[in-house]
Nanobody
Framework: VQLQASGGGLVQAGGSLRLACAAS????????MGWYRQAPGKQRELVAA???????NYADSVKGRFTISRDSDKNTIYLQMNSLKPEDTAVYYC???????????????WGKGTQVTVSS
């Protein structure tokens, strides 16, 4: 399985960006997909996640500003980021947790990061 992320870039504070992450390849079931971010000198942290049943979870720092959604037919998730702040600047990584097709074992995949930079 490969995860292809897109949509990062440079935006001014208060602006918006939309990230997308498309999963391709064979997988039996997707249980959870989400976005993590890592700022320079900091640990990677969960931003938002969405389950196969479309339940969502957000970091407190982004609640009310970010919205995660999914298109199950396309195995794609989106992160709509509004009211961006300089502290949102980070590399954003897509993550997928699911079950392999071959033996139904649990598996996790990471995409290459996409840079989000918010200028003040």
């Amino acid at each position: 399985v490969q995860l292809q992320a897109s949509g990062g870039g440079l935006v001014q504070a208060g602006g918006s960006l939309r990230l997308a992450c498309a999963a391709s390849g064979s997988i039996f079931r997707i249980d959870l997909m989400g976005w993590y971010r890592q700022a320079p000198g900091k640990q990677r942290e969960l931003v938002a996640a969405i389950t196969g049943g479309s339940s969502t979870n957000y970091a407190d720092s982004v609640k009310g500003r970010f919205t995660i959604s999914r298109d199950s037919d396309k195995n794609t998730i989106y992160l709509q980021m509004n009211s961006l702040k300089p502290e949102d600047t980070a590399v954003y990584y897509c993550n997928l947790n699911g079950r392999r097709s071959v033996d139904r074992s649990a598996v996790a995949y990471w995409g290459k990061g996409t840079q989000v930079t918010v200028s003040s």
